[in-house]
């Protein structure tokens, strides 16, 4: 296997290399103004490590994977093309309100109850971009008014008149039949040809969304439109770079569904977190090779906290409405939860509950902590960790930043210690123990409301803080066991390495498997079938786009069900492509009642209340090579050395211990170190709190167990 | 036989033969937390680090967010789904300790009524009892929460054989059986037309419920399968907080699950009175009006009067309407304080914990028999007739403390937009099943206007943060309800002002499939605005409810394109559609049955404006009229801004000369402020007004006529006429005179 895998974030660009059984990782700093510099130099540190040069190795590997979240700075800095909105008249005030309670999607839970302070964001379709079509179509897809060539050119002239660069054509009932939106690219193709103006893109709202729901499909399509200059010129400029050092195949990116794609098979909005999502995928993957049924994987940054499940069921768990940035949107994204936690969260005094509190401000990175002397004068979590002790001032992110102890503790005196009346050092403690039950509620709270029990599984503890607070927060939950993956500090990078061409295609329905009033049971099949036959349909075109044989292609149905109206809608897995028999629906409804109980408790199941599929979703795929990921089962009785030892400080005790602390090159392969001790690497450093044993494992893999 | 003995004998003889527990007023009219118990302190004592406290505080604020999602999700009514509930749990003597996080918030401080009197009447009963697995529910506003649509579930938490807490979920559940679907029957002539009346009864035991009860329920109301699910949602969240509760006592104990509950409700209070305290001492006073019963135009008076003394607010609404005994619109003492509570915990102080010991400091006074403290005889099914246009007296009656207080948490604001403006159906669906309820349009109500900006537009009710609006596509997936404008932002429909309030929606709405299907709106405020401005600003305006009957709309789009319109303002003017009966109405609407096409069109108000027009920044003006958000009417005589219509470029000169002219003319207007009470003032409300409450002393109570009063310490409950036999003999007067005119 010849392989490139590269995951830009927003401070470092990742990149693991695999290369003739050979793996290799690899860091530079992002470089925004033009991703494929930094992309570039962390493929040449890697191929450095080979003794190869980039154009030896790209001319040789078999593909080039890239996990990037594309063109969300033109949402941030607001400077997309002006996007025009063609909708059915009378709705004209869908996107403009937002369901109401879009001032707070995106926003902490201090923003989103503070109705006097609430503020919608900025909008991306500004009122005037906006003009209402006489048309309608109903719930069943029936029309009820129909396009009017000319009332439709008179409000495509209008758009262009006001400088309109992109088309968003969203139209209600549109996943039910989709004639009106076509009938509209028509006549704006015929009214605006390619040779005219350059070429507006059109966007249609139901090929971007298959689902209903007016509102959020079409700001779907609205951010298609919105991000899509950007993301081509990103693109084509890393495709450039990567020609002129003699790649000739095309890139895959990797998409927010836990699959990827070709650039001419990607839309924008896939794109977003497709770096934590690779990460979660790769976790997957690690769960089975390690043989670890149920994993959280918990990756902490300096500003933010991602938390992800991976079950022994195998059920996937979807976000279909994500929100981005600011937006609410509509797709099948991989779920990941993320919490604003990080090193850069903000300790205070809480005086209503006379108790210490952590976040969900942060410092984030500028200004930063207060030890970073960058102007920041609030104590964090990070200055927490280096009065206690767990961080080295000379040595933290391989040296690369001068902490500076005396503005942590002044910080941390000054507004935590002095209101509280508290010491300096337990003000530090409560504030490693509310980070860390911070962690473990969100954690907790992730797990459980699924249905599962969190003292099942193990933790995955990845990125840059993770390791410190890993034992910490794993023992608020009552977790006993921490795994530290290999290549943890490009394990997203890893993730991209591992995945499947994949592309999701889905339809809103409104199919009865059992109509509790008149009760029936769904006998005419033809619904479900031409459903799924044209949603496979779908996915085998985009892949044989791709050049993928048609005999590799596989194909997963999924249906999200539901008990009577109720909001929740639970994807299940169909083990039938095609429905043929009675017992078909039988098992349908048995395996959706199976996942509904898991969710919410045995009993909670109402199929009393009748049971219909909503949602019909074909997973279409071809399976690539995977990496060799390797647990090993070496057990070495050597002591490693440590390098120095200072004290630490530790919440659940009173006085300070002595505390090792090892250069992580000094701990090998199935050597194990009890806590209290600290392992320093170049990017992290592992804290083993006492009463826990941290055994070294293959590739910079670790576990992390709680003494019995 | 002594005078005490007899006495007691007496006294237990009553107590033996009671003859049936109705709501206790004892319980009902406090709204203060149970005194901390022996065992409470005993725990807080042994449990009392406050960083110990906080992590356990932490663990149950997520069991309430937990069961929360649980019931968001696995609800089936339109409530449930767009957040109009609430989970917590409940301290062993009944209060309110914790609450989910999202929700309405109105249900923070009535929620522990129907708590309190399982405590106090089926705790020892032998024939009730409380034990493990027990499961109880309620819906009667007249023992606690807002109104009978919503529904409580409760179970009791024991550990070791101690009853430690409650936990459960209340949710407002839509349709109830009442003499209207929908649950909120705005006809209710008396309690007994307004659905299931459950008193805090016991429904199940070992955490199922009994097969019969379940039975009895469904078979009283139209959507059997809504109450099912609405009742499974709300034990399995309640059991999942159950087990989290234990979870919590397992880590750390029964003493610190004790403690922390305890704990929270105290800090929550001093935290309150501490904020209070730094306002400054003194009285505001406000009135409002409802416009309307939701059966006939009458002006009902609001009367308020803040107090603030020390680390104590008094609200006193003595002097307001008295209750109407044959209509809805009468309100509960405990759902006017959630409502107010509402105030404080949205738009004041919205970073504090969500309890009822915020409203702990603040005290009520109000008239017995009163509109706003109604006896269990009158109706309250529509109680937010009343208790919304309180809430906004005391919101815009709040900034003149604020604007001095010594702590703010939020900005100062103008009164938000308090009316529910939506539709409430109840028919046939396409599907063949009998439906009625609510839709969730009623959370866009208009943003008010802020010190330093303009409100929101349509943005969320005043009861819940984080509302939703919802999608027009997946409605009419599951009801025959076809919007042909589902939210339009409407022209004009503003509260002006320096900064303006947030515009509302027009809505035009029609059916389509079904062999029976009925409308109803239950709204105020069309002829008298239900919110208002402050420091100059304006109110919003007025809207009715619309209707085009006699056309079906759908056969005009296949065959007269070009007559339609999609706005109230051009349907109602232009009346394009030959044939068509055009009438407005108030915004109270009882169930009317419609035929497919009719077209049916109501419009949500705006929130208050804040400050002079005249201080309006120009080219915000001009920013709106390219917007179309408001007219050129507007932007020349409400603003007094001169531009030009095609570019809406402003003429900074003309605009200014007009605002001149305009401030003169203001001088010309204006009056010495005696001389202009002495014109103004009246010795009793108008003849030809039917008005209800005070009007110079608050003591005396109008009630309908300056002929017709009572004082306000015996007020004499007001019985309306019904509408129709008022309109019959209107139309036999008018009949009489014609004949008559004949016989001439």
């Known amino acids: 296997m010849r392989r490139v895998s590269v995951d830009i974030g927003g401070t470092f660009t990742d990149c693991f290399l695999a290369y003739d059984?050979?793996?290799?990782?690899?860091?530079?700093?992002?470089?925004?103004?033009?991703?494929?510099?930094?992309?570039?130099?962390?493929?040449?540190?890697?191929?450095?490590?080979?003794?190869?040069?980039?154009?030896?190795?790209?001319?040789?590997?078999?593909?080039?994977?890239?996990?990037t979240t594309l063109g969300t700075n033109a949402l941030i800095e607001r400077n997309g093309p002006r996007v025009g909105l063609v909708t059915t008249a009378g709705f004209e005030s869908s996107v403009p309100l937002m369901r109401a309670r879009g001032y707070g999607d995106g926003l902490g839970h201090a923003e989103q109850t503070d109705l006097p302070g609430a503020d919608r964001p900025k909008p991306l379709v500004p009122i005037p971009m906006i003009v209402g079509i006489r048309e309608r179509i109903?719930?069943?897809?029936?029309?009820?008014?129909?396009?009017?060539?000319?009332?439709?050119?008179?409000?495509?002239?209008?758009?262009?008149?006001?400088?309109?660069?992109?088309?968003?054509?969203?139209?209600?009932?549109?996943?039910?039949?989709?004639?009106?939106?076509?009938?509209?690219?028509?006549?704006?193709?015929?009214?605006?040809?390619?040779?005219?103006?350059?070429?507006?893109?059109?966007?249609?709202?139901?090929?971007?969304?298959?689902?209903?729901?007016?509102?959020?499909?079409?700001?779907?399509?609205?951010?298609?439109?919105?991000?899509?200059?950007?993301?081509?010129?990103?693109?084509s400029t890393l495709e450039v770079a990567l020609r002129q050092n003699g790649y000739a195949r095309p890139m895959l990116l990797v998409h927010n569904t836990s699959g990827m794609a070709q650039l001419n098979s990607t839309h924008s909005l896939q794109t977003i977190h497709s770096g934590p999502v690779a990460g979660l995928e790769a976790t997957g993957y690690l769960a089975g090779q390690f043989k670890e049924p149920n994993v959280i994987a918990t990756d902490m940054g300096g500003t933010s906290f991602d938390i992800g499940l991976v079950t022994a069921d195998g059920v996937k768990f979807y976000d279909f409405n994500p929100v981005i940035d600011r937006w609410l949107v509509s797709t099948p994204m991989t779920y990941l939860h993320t919490l604003g936690a990080g090193g850069g969260s903000i300790a205070r005094y809480d005086r209503l509950w006379g108790a210490v509190e952590v976040g969900p401000e942060s410092a984030g990175s500028d200004p930063g902590p207060a030890c970073y002397s960058r102007g920041g004068k609030l104590p964090t979590t990070t200055d927490a960790n280096l009065v206690l002790g767990y961080l080295d001032e000379n040595n933290y992110a391989g040296g690369t930043i001068k902490l500076n102890r005396r503005r942590a503790e002044r910080a941390i005196e000054e507004y935590v210690a002095k209101p509280a009346g508290l010491s300096l050092i337990d003000a530090a403690k409560a504030i490693k123990r509310k980070v860390d039950a911070n962690m473990a509620s969100a954690i907790f709270k992730e797990v459980a409301v699924k249905g599962y029990n969190p003292k099942n599984f193990v933790i995955l503890s990845y990125g840059g803080g993770g390791p410190i607070h890993a034992c910490g927060y794993a023992s608020e939950i009552g977790v006993a066991k921490v795994l530290i993956p290999p290549f943890s500090s490009v394990f997203s990078a890893l993730g991209a390495g591992n995945m499947n061409q994949l592309h999701i295609h889905e339809k809103s329905l409104y199919l009865m498997l059992y109509d509790a009033t008149f009760r029936t049971v769904l006998s005419d099949y033809t619904v479900f079938n031409d459903t799924v036959a044209e949603l496979e349909e779908r996915g085998r075109e985009d892949l044989i786009r791709q050049?993928?044989?048609?005999?590799?292609?596989?194909?997963?149905?999924?249906?999200?069900?539901?008990?009577?109206?109720?909001?929740?809608?639970?994807?299940?897995?169909?083990?039938?492509?095609?429905?043929?028999?009675?017992?078909?629906?039988?098992?349908?409804?048995?395996?959706?009642?199976?996942?509904?109980?898991?969710?919410?408790?045995?009993?909670?199941?109402?199929?009393?209340?009748?049971?219909?599929?909503?949602?019909?979703?074909?997973?279409?795929?071809?399976?690539?090579?995977?990496?060799?990921?390797?647990?090993?089962?070496?057990?070495?009785?050597?002591?490693p050395v440590a390098r120095t030892e200072r004290p630490c400080h530790f919440p659940q005790l009173v006085e300070p211990m002595m505390t090792p602390v090892y250069d992580h090159t000094a701990v090998t392969d199935g050597m194990s170190v009890p806590g209290p001790a600290l392992i320093e690497t170049p990017r992290t450093t592992y804290l083993v709190e006492p009463g826990w044993t941290l055994t070294m494992g293959l590739m910079g893999s670790a576990v992390m167990v709680k003494n019995a | 036989m002594g005078g005490d003995q007899e006495k007691s004998v007496i006294e237990k003889f009553l107590e033996d033969n009671v003859l049936f527990l109705g709501p206790d007023p004892e319980i009902m009219e406090s709204h203060q937390m149970a005194p901390v118990s022996a065992r409470e302190t005993e725990a807080m004592a042994a449990f009392n680090n406050p960083d110990q406290v906080n992590l356990v505080r932490h663990k149950l604020q997520t069991a309430c967010n937990e069961s929360f999602d649980m019931v968001e999700q696995m609800g089936a009514a339109p409530g449930a789904k767009w957040g109009d509930l609430i989970s917590g749990v409940w301290t062993a003597q009944g209060d309110l300790a914790m609450a989910s996080m999202g929700g309405v918030l109105i249900f923070s401080v009535l929620t522990q009524h129907p708590v309190k009197f399982i405590l106090k009447y089926w705790k020892d009963d032998p024939t009730v009892g409380i034990r493990p697995g027990d499961i109880f529910m309620h819906n009667d506003a007249r023992y606690g929460n807002i109104h009978n649509t919503d529904q409580s579930?409760?179970?009791?938490?024991?550990?070791?054989?101690?009853?430690?807490?409650?936990?459960?979920?209340?949710?407002?559940?839509?349709?109830?059986?009442?003499?209207?679907?929908?649950?909120?029957?705005?006809?209710?002539?008396?309690?007994?037309?307004?659905?299931?009346?459950?008193?805090?009864?016991?429904?199940?035991?070992?955490?199922?419920?009994?097969?019969?009860?379940?039975?009895?329920?469904?078979?009283?109301?139209?959507?059997?399968?809504?109450?099912?699910?609405?009742?499974?949602?709300?034990l399995f969240a309640a059991m999942r907080m159950e087990s989290r509760v234990r979870d919590a006592i397992e880590e750390y104990g029964v003493q610190a699950v004790i403690a922390t509950l305890r704990k929270t409700l105290l800090d929550t209070e001093q935290e309150t009175r501490r904020r209070l305290s730094t306002w400054p001492d003194g009285i505001v006073r406000t009135n409002l009006f409802a416009d309307g019963t939701l059966r006939e135009n009458c002006l009902i008076k609001i009367r308020c009067e803040l107090e603030k003394r020390g680390d104590e607010l008094i609200i006193d609404f003595r002097g307001s309407s008295p209750e109407f005994l044959n209509r809805a619109n009468n309100t509960v003492l405990a759902s006017l304080k959630g409502m107010l509570a509402q105030e404080f915990l949205s738009f004041v102080w919205p970073d504090l914990p969500r309890n009822q010991a915020v409203f702990a400091p603040?005290?009520?006074?109000?008239?017995?028999?009163?509109?706003?403290?109604?006896?269990?005889?009158?109706?309250n099914a529509q109680s937010m007739m009343t208790f919304f246009p309180s809430f906004t007296a005391v919101q815009i009656a709040v900034p003149k403390f604020l604007y001095s207080a010594g702590h703010r948490a939020t900005d100062v604001i103008a009164g938000w937009y308090n009316m529910i403006v939506t539709f409430i159906y109840g028919g046939v669906n396409q599907y063949g099943e009998l439906v009625g309820n609510v839709c969730a349009d009623l959370n866009g109500m208009g943003g008010a206007a802020r010190w330093n900006r303009d409100g929101e537009h349509s943005i969320a009710p005043i009861f819940a943060p984080m509302a939703d609006i919802g999608e027009q596509e997946l409605i009419e997936e599951e009801v025959p309800l076809i919007k042909i404008v589902p939210h339009r932002l409407m022209r004009d429909a503003n509260g002006f002002g320096k900064f303006r309030g947030g515009h509302g929606y027009q809505q035009i709405a029609t059916m389509k499939d079904s062999s029976m299907w009925g409308f109803m709106c239950c709204s105020i405020g069309s002829k008298f605005p239900t919110t208002m401005g402050i420091f100059g600003g304006y109110a919003p305006g007025c809207y009715p409810l619309c209707k085009v009957r006699g056309v079906n709309v759908f056969e005009e789009m296949e065959d007269n394109r070009d007559l339609l319109r999609f706005t109230v303002e051009e349907i109602m003017n232009e009346q394009p559609f030959p044939?068509?009966?055009?009438?407005?109405?108030?915004?109270?609407?009882?169930?009317?049955?419609?035929?497919?096409?009719?077209?049916?069109?109501?419009?949500?108000?705006?929130?208050?404006?804040?400050?002079?027009?005249?201080?309006?920044?120009?080219?915000?003006?001009?920013?709106?009229?390219?917007?179309?958000?408001?007219?050129?009417?507007?932007?020349?005589?409400?603003?007094?801004?001169?531009?030009?219509?095609?570019?809406g470029a402003v003429d900074q000169a003309a605009t200014a000369a007009r605002r001149q002219a305009e401030r003169d003319k203001r001088k010309r207007l204006g009056k010495p402020y005696k001389e202009f009470v002495k014109s103004w003032e009246t010795e009793h409300p108008p003849e030809h007004l039917p008005y209800y409450g005070s009007w110079k002393d608050k003591a005396l109570i109008y009630r309908g006529s300056r002929h017709d009063t009572c004082p306000a310490d015996a007020i004499v409950p007001v019985m309306m006429r019904d509408p129709k036999d008022v309109r019959i003999e209107q139309l036999e007067a008018e009949l009489t005179a014609l004949r008559a005119q004949g016989k001439g």
């Open chain 2, 362 to 379: 603040i005290k009520l006074r109000t008239d017995k028999r009163s509109a706003l403290h109604c006896s269990p005889d009158a109706p």
């Open chain 2, 579 to 647: 044939g068509g009966r055009y009438t407005t109405h108030h915004m109270g609407l009882q169930l009317e049955f419609a035929q497919p096409g009719e077209l049916y069109m109501i419009t949500q108000g705006s929130g208050g404006g804040y400050g002079d027009v005249l201080e309006r920044e120009p080219e915000a003006v001009a920013r709106e009229y390219l917007d179309e958000l408001i007219s050129m009417n507007t932007v020349n005589n409400i603003y007094h801004v001169v531009l030009d219509a095609e570019s």
């Open chain 2, 153 to 234: 579930l409760i179970i009791p938490v024991f550990h070791e054989g101690e009853l430690i807490c409650f936990t459960g979920a209340i949710v407002h559940e839509g349709e109830n059986g009442a003499c209207e679907p929908g649950g909120m029957p705005s006809a209710a002539e008396s309690p007994f037309d307004e659905g299931l009346k459950m008193s805090p009864f016991k429904v199940g035991e070992n955490y199922e419920f009994r097969r019969d009860i379940m039975t009895f329920l469904q078979n009283s109301v139209r959507e059997p399968k809504l109450q099912l699910e609405g009742m499974k949602s709300k």
């Open chain 1, 21 to 67: 059984g050979k793996y290799i990782e690899a860091k530079a700093l992002t470089t925004h103004h033009n991703l494929a510099s930094g992309f570039m130099e962390a493929l040449g540190n890697a191929c450095g490590e080979l003794a190869l040069s980039v154009r030896d190795v790209l001319s040789t590997v078999d593909a080039v994977r890239y996990a």
């Open chain 1, 138 to 235: 109903d719930y069943k897809g029936t029309v009820c008014l129909s396009v009017d060539d000319e009332d439709v050119r008179r409000q495509v002239r209008k758009l262009v008149d006001q400088g309109c660069q992109a088309f968003v054509v969203a139209l209600v009932n549109a996943v039910v039949n989709p004639a009106h939106e076509k009938e509209i690219e028509r006549i704006i193709l015929s009214e605006y040809p390619t040779h005219v103006l350059g070429g507006l893109p059109i966007v249609l709202s139901h090929r971007v969304a298959g689902r209903k729901a007016e509102y959020s499909r079409t700001m779907s399509a609205v951010l298609d439109a919105y991000l899509h200059d950007q993301m081509y010129h990103g693109m």
């Open chain 1, 547 to 639: 050049n993928v044989p048609l005999d590799r292609i596989r194909t997963r149905v999924e249906l999200d069900m539901r008990y009577g109206n109720q909001l929740a809608q639970i994807s299940v897995t169909s083990p039938i492509p095609r429905l043929t028999q009675p017992q078909d629906i039988i098992t349908l409804l048995d395996r959706f009642s199976t996942n509904y109980a898991q969710r919410f408790g045995e009993g909670s199941q109402a199929p009393e209340a009748g049971v219909r599929i909503n949602v019909i979703r074909v997973v279409s795929y071809v399976e690539h090579d995977k990496l060799t990921l390797t647990r090993s089962t070496a057990s070495d009785p050597a002591r």
